[in-house]
Each structure stands twice: as structure tokens, then as C-alpha cells.
């Protein structure tokens, strides 16, 4: 298993947190909510850019890190654009990117994009996205499908593992802009991070974080080995990336107050495009239960089983 | 982990069920056998040069790798350490002594402790300086050649099954607190000690009260330099930075859950199996932040607040998993040959975990720590 991803994937997520910075940062999930169509020319020649397209995460150990990396700093910006999404992309269908469905109402992040998706369900039936549906919240839209077989098994671990990174990349955001913010604002006179009743929400968010981070690793390094158990590993990894979300910004938005919630607060971006990769394609029970069914009696893998 | 690592894991799980009785829960019973056990398979694991596997070779351990010494903390722990009261001696109090010792004191001290034949307790709470250790009132006071130690010390844990105890003691009154303490190293059988022992949820033998009454030392006891205890106190911290691996015993527990429960897993509520596995992932979320602590350590790199993450993480998963653990043994049928055994584990369990976010630095102080570090990377 691996406790940390290489130095080259570490150094190739902060030139790509870097490159985001430059074409807009924080500018670009809120010009990308006023133009949705415009989202692929905001985001897409940065990524190129980087050669993200180049990355393979399929068949290279390093591919896949570097993946990994690059998506934990697309969630640190809250890039508006699918990226684990398009690096999860079969490699055996002519589509540009991949997104893990519920068997009903599949839906995805894909309003405004125009390139060619495909489709796969927890239970690996594959399909062509033919169609979108009006847009919602979070560039969210029902998606039309045209089945094509039912092969994809092989394909969900990875796209269900990528979004988790870029989901940690929204906690590390978070909790940094929260250290930040509690480290400057004053209340009776001192700084609110002097007060234990703050320091201590501080560290349930951090444990959550933290603890995701390593499970991330743990996921990424199962499908790097071809793990029997990757699906569970990532099913195991999406329930604690959604718990872990849940705390952390509960804890955030406490910590921010009022001005957590107003629209000049990158927190208030952060949160609500945090909810697309917090339901989709299952939420926390659903995620739950399903694990639950698949695992049986047998558990996870792990010292005793 | 490495080969060695699994092969080591693979021994000890042989001796611990080759050797220890099927419903051992600690040394710490009522019943003398338990201690017995322990103490007949601490001195098998030495004479296999398993006792002390993580010492240098020079002192006659086996030099294990931080994995090797891993899979110790966790099989011991995962089959409720049977070791007994050995794992501190062997833990820290040796190696501590190997650091700071006097030649004498290594030759004293430390081949009884290798050979697993010596128990030691740990003389620092007091009844007013818990997490505040360095608030502590035992006196040394200059008397002679030596001293005359005076306090009351609680907590104890084995202090009467003890022979020796590291005592911290306060010999002069510093500018700062933890300045002007000393550590000792006395033996329990001395008159000037009077140990008490409080009956508790957890069994006999976890938590006593001890009295100094004049208890006199000399030079010749003191570990390192008088007055500066405090910098041991801190290594011996250090050296329970990871501390039990709660985490295995957890999941030996679940683990064994649906076997027990055999066709009747099926029928628990969809709720609680959800709640188990949810317990299986945060057993392996503490073991991956265990493992991230120990390549931290190893390589230099570890801040406070990585370890203190980790072990807020592991207690409350231990108090977590205890609750799920007791609601799937209420559905346990008492007619299966080994409900017994499953029940006994899953009370000793919850009755410890209740202890997990207070005993060796209490949930309160690895938030503080943690909290310190998060807030000093944003200066």
C-alpha cells in the first residue's frame, strides 16, 4: 500500500493548483455559474496545458497518481469542470469522459459541455450519454443514455476513486481558509482560534480530512495493484469522503459564521459545488448500503480478513 | 509491510494460540492464572528473542524494523496483550533506561526486563496534576546523601503486582514547573511505599493509588540528571506516540462478528450491518494514520499534530466500534460453543474503550496539539 503519493505526482498537483491559480482561481467556478457553456473554454486549455489528457491512470502506477494529485488541486480551486470525470475515461469506447450512474435518474456535472461522454453503473452496464437535461444546481443535469453492453465493471473503481480526490482537495481548501479566517478575527478582544471551543471543532474537521487522505491513498494504491476488492475499496472511500465532508463544512461554516455563507467568501463556493460530488451518483446511506450488500459477511480486507 | 513483517505476524499468531487460553482477557483478572499466563508467555517470547525485538542488538534485542515492531503492537493488542504488564518494560522503560541509565542501572535493570521477569509501573499522576503533569506535588526533599521522597501518586496502573516504579518526583522548586523534577527508579517492596488499589469497571489491578512516606533515595536511583526529569518525561511521551494500536483489536473484533453470529447475520438490521462496515472502514482509517505516524517518525518528518490525529481518530473508533459491538452481541445466541468467548471480548472491550479518550494523554490534550499545529503552519 502506499502512505503518500510520489514526489513527482506531489510536485506535478501544486504546478497544476498553480496553473489554476493563474488562469482565475477562485474567478473561475463564478464566471464558469454565470456562462455554464463557457466552462470548456475556461478550464479546458489549462488543463491541456499541463497535459492533463496525456496522463494515463489506467495502465501507469504514475499516470494514476498523477491523476489523483491533479484532481485534489481542481477541488482546491473548486475548478468548474468534470476532471476526474474526463481522466476516468474508457479507454475501449470513443467517449471523452466517464461518469459512475445510479441505476435511476442518472445524472451527472456535465451542463454547458459539449464533448462525448460515456456512462457506467455500480453494476458495470455501460452506455453512450446521448442527451442532457435542463441544468440544475452545481452544472448538475439528468443525463439521456443509450446502452451499449455490459463490460464496465473494470471501470467504476476508478470513477468512483478520482472524485473523492477532488473532494479532498475541497476540504483542504476549507480547512485552510478556515484556519485562516479564525486566526484573524477578533471577539472580545483576541483572535477566535484562542478560544478551545473553536480550536476543538478545528481538529474534528482536521481528523475527518486527514483520515481521508489516507484512504484515498489506500483506494488509489488498490486499483494501481489490480486489488480484488477495488470497487469495495472505493465504495469504502466514497462513504467516509461524504461523512468526512459533511463535518468538515458543518465546521467551517460554524467557525466563518455569517460571512460563510456570502458570496464574496470562497467557503460558500467551496460548499455548495462540494454537493454534486456529495450525491452523485449515490449519497451516504445509499453509498452505505451498497457496500454493505456487497461486502456480506466478509468484510474489508484488512488485518483479520 | 515486508516479508519479515508477515512472517512475524504469522509466529505470533501461532504462539499467542498455541499457548494462551482461549478466553484470556488480560493479565489483569481475579484470576492468578491469567497473570501466570502472561508471565509464562512473556518468558517464551524471550527465549525466542521476541521480547525484546524492537531493542538494539547491543543490548541484546533484535533490532526490528518500525514494520516488525508494528505487527508486535498489533497482534499483542488485537489478543488483549498478553504480555501483561511487560510491554511497558519492554516499550519504554528499557529503552529509556538504555538512554539515560548509568552502566550500573543497565546491568540491573535491564536484563531482567529482557527476560520478561520484571514488572514496572509508572509513578507520574497525582491526584491534582493529571494532564498537568508538571504540576505534580511528590517532594524529594535533600536529606543526607540522598533523599526523602514524600506523595501520593494515582492512576497507577500494576503498582501491585510491581516490583520497581519510575517515579517522577519534584527535588527543587524551578522558575518554570517543569523544571526541578527528577525521575527515580525505587522498588515497590520498599515499607516506605503503601499501595491501594481501586476497584474499577475495567478489573483489579489497572488503577492504584500509592503513598510515599518517607521513601529514601539515594544518587545511585536517579535516572539521568536531578532536576532535569522533565526532557525524560518528553522522550517517554515520544515513545508512546503511536501507543496501543486499539484499531487491531477492533477489528478482530468485527471481523469475528458474522462468524459468530453465523446465518443469523443475514437478519440483523440492514441499519446495524451498515453500521459495521462503517466501523471495518475506520478500523482501517486508524491503521493507515498509524502507519503514516510511524513512516513520519522513522524518517524525521512528524509534527505533533499527525500523531495526535491519529490517535484522536483510534480512540473514538474504539468507543465507536465498542457500542456497534455490543448491539450485534445482544443478537449473539448463547447455545453457540463460542458466544461465550465473543461476549466476554465485546464487554472487556467496551468497558476498556470507555477509558481510551483519557488514559495516556487524555482526547483533550491531542486536540490542543493538534489544533497548536494546524494554527502554526498559518503563521
Redesign the interface.
Known amino acids: 500500500m502506499i502512505l503518500d503519493l510520489s514526489d513527482d505526482a506531489k510536485e506535478f498537483g501544486r504546478e497544476a493548483r498553480r496553473a489554476f491559480e493563474a488562469a482565475g482561481g477562485d474567478q473561475l467556478v463564478q464566471d464558469a455559474e454565470a456562462k455554464p457553456a463557457n466552462r470548456e473554454a475556461l478550464v479546458g486549455p489549462v488543463l491541456a496545458g499541463l497535459g492533463a489528457w496525456e496522463l494515463d491512470p489506467r495502465t501507469d502506477t504514475d499516470g494514476l497518481e498523477a491523476a489523483a494529485a491533479l484532481c485534489r488541486s481542481a477541488g482546491y480551486w473548486a475548478v468548474p469542470y468534470p476532471v476526474a470525470e474526463r481522466l476516468a475515461a474508457p479507454l475501449d469506447l470513443d467517449a471523452d469522459g466517464l461518469v459512475v450512474v445510479a441505476g435511476t435518474r442518472p445524472s451527472g456535472v456535465l451542463a454547458g459541455l459539449e464533448s462525448r461522454w460515456a456512462a457506467v453503473t455500480l453494476d458495470g452496464a455501460r452506455s453512450r450519454v446521448s442527451g442532457l437535461g435542463d441544468a440544475g444546481p452545481g452544472f448538475v443535469t439528468e443525463l439521456e443514455l443509450s446502452a451499449v453492453d455490459d463490460d464496465g465493471a473494470a471501470d467504476v473503481a476508478l470513477g468512483l476513486v478520482l472524485p473523492c480526490w477532488t473532494l479532498l482537495g475541497m476540504l483542504d481548501r476549507a480547512i485552510e481558509l478556515t484556519v485562516s479566517h479564525i486566526s484573524l478575527r477578533k471577539q472580545f478582544g483576541q483572535t477566535l482560534s484562542s478560544f478551545q471551543g473553536v480550536q476543538f471543532q478545528l481538529t474534528d474537521a482536521e481528523v475527518e480530512r486527514s483520515g481521508l487522505d489516507i484512504l484515498a491513498k489506500y483506494a488509489l494504491w488498490s486499483i494501481g495493484t489490480d486489488q480484488p476488492d477495488a470497487l469495495n475499496d472505493a465504495l469504502s472511500l466514497r462513504m467516509s469522503a461524504i461523512e468526512a465532508a459533511e463535518v468538515v463544512f458543518r465546521v467551517c461554516h460554524q467557525l466563518h459564521g455569517a460571512v460563510g455563507f456570502c458570496d464574496e467568501t470562497t467557503l460558500s463556493w467551496l460548499s455548495r459545488y462540494s454537493q454534486p460530488l456529495r450525491r452523485l451518483p449515490l449519497g451516504l446511506s445509499a453509498t452505505r448500503d451498497e457496500l454493505t450488500r456487497r461486502v456480506g459477511g466478509s468484510g474489508l480486507t484488512g488485518l483479520f480478513a | 509491510m515486508g516479508q519479515k513483517a508477515d512472517e512475524l505476524r504469522a509466529d505470533l499468531r501461532e504462539l499467542v494460540n498455541s499457548n494462551m487460553p482461549e478466553h484470556f482477557l488480560g493479565a489483569f483478572t481475579d484470576d492468578p492464572a491469567d497473570l501466570e499466563a502472561a508471565q509464562a508467555f512473556c518468558r517464551l517470547l524471550a527465549e525466542r528473542n521476541l521480547l525484546c525485538l524492537s531493542w538494539p542488538e547491543e543490548f541484546g534485542g533484535g533490532a526490528a524494523s518500525v514494520w516488525e515492531q508494528t505487527v508486535v503492537r498489533?497482534e499483542m493488542w488485537?489478543h488483549h496483550e498478553p504480555r501483561g504488564a511487560q510491554y511497558m518494560g519492554v516499550n519504554w522503560v528499557g529503552p529509556i533506561i538504555m538512554r539515560h541509565g548509568t552502566e550500573e542501572q543497565q546491568q540491573k535493570h535491564l536484563p531482567p526486563i529482557a527476560r520478561g521477569e520484571v514488572i514496572w509501573c509508572q509513578g507520574f499522576s497525582e491526584p491534582e496534576a493529571g494532564s498537568d503533569l508538571a504540576s505534580l506535588r511528590t517532594t524529594a526533599r535533600p536529606d543526607g546523601d540522598g533523599w526523602l521522597v514524600s506523595g501520593q501518586k494515582i492512576w497507577t496502573s500494576y503498582a501491585t503486582m510491581a516490583q520497581w516504579c519510575f517515579l517522577l518526583a519534584r527535588t527543587t522548586k524551578g522558575e518554570k514547573k517543569q523544571q526541578g523534577l527528577t525521575i527515580f527508579l525505587v522498588p515497590m517492596d520498599d515499607p516506605a511505599i503503601q499501595v491501594r488499589p481501586i476497584r474499577c469497571m475495567m478489573g483489579p489491578h489497572h488503577l492504584n493509588e500509592v503513598f510515599f512516606d518517607d521513601l529514601r533515595v539515594t544518587q545511585a536511583d536517579v535516572l539521568g540528571t536531578v532536576d532535569d526529569g522533565w526532557s525524560i518525561v518528553q522522550e517517554v511521551t515520544s515513545f508512546e506516540r503511536v501507543g496501543i494500536a486499539r484499531y487491531?483489536r477492533c477489528?478482530?473484533l468485527?471481523?469475528?462478528a458474522?462468524?459468530i453470529?453465523g446465518n443469523r447475520?443475514?437478519e440483523l438490521s440492514?441499519e446495524l450491518?451498515?453500521r459495521?462496515?462503517?466501523m471495518?472502514?475506520?478500523?482501517?482509517?486508524?491503521?493507515?494514520?498509524a502507519?503514516?505516524v510511524v513512516?513520519l517518525q522513522s524518517s524525521g518528518r512528524i509534527k505533533p499534530?499527525d500523531a495526535?490525529?491519529y490517535r484522536?481518530?483510534v480512540t473514538?473508533l474504539d468507543q465507536d466500534s465498542a457500542e456497534v459491538l455490543m448491539e450485534i452481541a445482544a443478537e449473539v445466541s448463547h447455545d453457540d460453543p463460542r458466544a461465550a468467548w465473543f461476549l466476554g471480548e465485546v464487554e472487556d472491550h467496551w468497558k476498556y474503550s470507555q477509558a481510551s479518550t483519557v488514559s495516556s494523554g487524555s482526547i483533550?490534550m491531542?486536540?490542543?496539539l493538534?489544533?497548536r499545529t494546524?494554527?502554526a503552519?498559518?503563521?
Request: with cysteine; net charge positive.
Open positions: 498489533e488485537a487491531a477489528e478482530r468485527l471481523a469475528a458474522p462468524t453470529l447475520w443475514d440492514a450491518r451498515g459495521w462496515v462503517r471495518l472502514t475506520h478500523c482501517r482509517r486508524a491503521r493507515l494514520m502507519y503514516r513512516s499534530g495526535a490525529a484522536i481518530a473514538k483533550e491531542q486536540r490542543i493538534l489544533s494546524l494554527l503552519a498559518a503563521k
